[in-house]
């Protein structure tokens, strides 16, 4: 496991941008896919989006796509989530995990290390 560090959460209202960043130490994401993941309260976490580690393939949730972009920069080690024209429905808990391997995955299973994720609350 790496540690996983998110930042970038907080309050906006509906229909307003938002974008959240994941940082490791550097290295760490070399050769793995990295994906963001949602979790309401009492709720299994829900994949958001997913990036391959050559960063040339992203993979979204139907209930984003076209609101939400994933990039990754891999001289930095950091993944960023552009959040746009956001919905209450996307309150939640957003954590970004690393996959196994270097493609990402929906299945939270696939993932070796988690962040502790930051809080994202959407008022209508």
């Known amino acids: 496991q790496v540690q996983l560090v998110e930042s970038g959460g907080g309050l906006v209202q509906a229909g307003g941008p938002l974008r959240l960043s994941c940082e490791g130490a550097i290295g760490t994401f070399t050769d793995h896919g990295m994906a963001w993941f949602l979790q309401a309260p009492g709720q299994e976490r829900e994949f958001v989006a997913g990036i391959r580690w050559t960063g040339t393939h992203t993979e979204y949730a139907d209930s984003v796509k076209g609101r939400f972009t994933l990039t990754r920069d891999n001289t930095r080690d950091t993944v960023h989530l552009q959040m746009n024209g956001m919905k209450p429905d996307d309150t939640a808990l957003y954590s970004c995990?690393?996959?196994?391997?270097?493609?990402?995955?929906?299945?939270?299973?696939?993932?070796?290390?988690w962040g502790r994720g930051t809080q994202v609350t959407v008022s209508s």
């Open positions: 995990g690393r996959a196994r391997d270097v493609v990402p995955s929906s299945t939270p299973m696939n993932y070796d290390s």
